[in-house]
């Protein structure tokens, strides 16, 4: 029995995981002395609602190597796995790769574990995970697990616009001056994954004109092939998202179903609320 383990950073919806038997390790969010964990004791919107209140960001924690090896021993215990596979948000930009790891040498005697740096996070990763369970689920080896999820990693992308730079303001990520001269301008960034990281890819003006630009990066990713998977990212931002998908279905043959996904707290907060996005995977 293989069972899948990943970290909230997939962005991978509670549900979703049940539906897949999959294992979710929270990442921690901490304002001042209260810490939470994300998704089962703080969302997004709440995480947004304390910040705007409070006029400061919290700060994020990667998991600590205990939680991982309560999933582990879960895993073992519930699932009666032989085999664990934790597949973790990129190592660029957390250390949750470092603490599954060091939890999962107490059970180098009792079962396999491997953990892997996905190099990607959001859906991205969260895509990756759902390969390795599907793969799992059809009884495959941990051989094929692996390269089920890594080419569908290969196969993975990311695209997001920003709804302000309040909120990288606040982190220190971009002054005060130039998020100010962004608001004046109505810039919108998009956010791409880049060498393992979420990082500005370009600035556009207007939020209409960023989804667009959003659509055609989508568009040139997919060309001629058809999308495997696909879902709808966003931070607080359920009807502009769904006004997005609107734009998104009239420029890609999208699947009939599309998820609304909250980006979720560890990635959320480095975004900022207002976000849309979208995530997807392209056939072979």
């Not at 969010?29 to 964990?37: A, K, L, M, P, S």
């Not at 190099?119 to 793969?135: C, D």
């Not at 495997?228 to 359920?238: G, P, Q, S, Y």
């Not at 909250?262 to 072979?284: E, Q, Y």
Request: aromatic residues 6%; glycine residues 6%; proline residues 3%.
């Amino acid at each position: 029995m293989i069972s899948i383990i990943t970290d909230s950073d997939s962005s991978i919806p509670v549900e979703m995981a049940k539906k897949y038997g999959i294992g979710l390790v929270p990442i921690s969010i901490q304002f001042g002395e209260d810490i939470y964990d994300a998704c089962t004791e703080i969302d997004d919107k709440q995480v947004f609602a304390r910040i705007d209140k409070e006029d400061r960001l919290p700060t994020t924690a990667a998991p600590s190597p205990g939680k991982f090896s309560k999933a582990f021993q879960d895993a073992i215990e519930k699932d009666k796995a032989d085999t664990i596979v934790c597949f973790c948000v990129s190592g660029e930009v957390s250390a949750t790769y470092s603490a599954a790891k060091l939890a999962a040498e107490e059970f180098s005697s009792k079962v396999q574990i491997e953990v892997i740096d996905t190099r990607s996070l959001t859906m991205a990763q969260g895509y990756m995970v759902l390969a390795a369970a599907e793969a799992a689920k059809r009884n495959e080896n941990i051989e094929q697990v692996l390269a089920a999820a890594t080419a569908t990693g290969k196969r993975a992308h990311v695209y997001g616009a920003l709804n302000t730079l309040k909120y990288l303001s606040m982190s220190g990520r971009v002054s005060h001056l130039a998020a100010g001269m962004a608001g004046m301008l109505n810039i919108k960034p998009i956010l791409s994954v880049q060498n393992g990281k979420l990082d500005l890819l370009e600035k556009i003006r207007t939020r209409k004109k960023s989804w667009s630009r959003v659509i055609e990066l989508a568009q040139q990713d997919v060309g001629d092939k058809k999308v495997e998977n696909m879902c709808i990212l966003h931070v607080t931002a359920e009807e502009e998202a769904v006004e997005f998908e609107e734009m998104l279905r009239k420029s890609i043959d999208c699947p009939a179903v599309m998820p609304l996904v909250s980006l979720n707290p560890g990635l959320s907060i480095h975004t900022g609320a207002g976000l849309v996005g979208v995530s997807f995977v392209v056939a072979d």
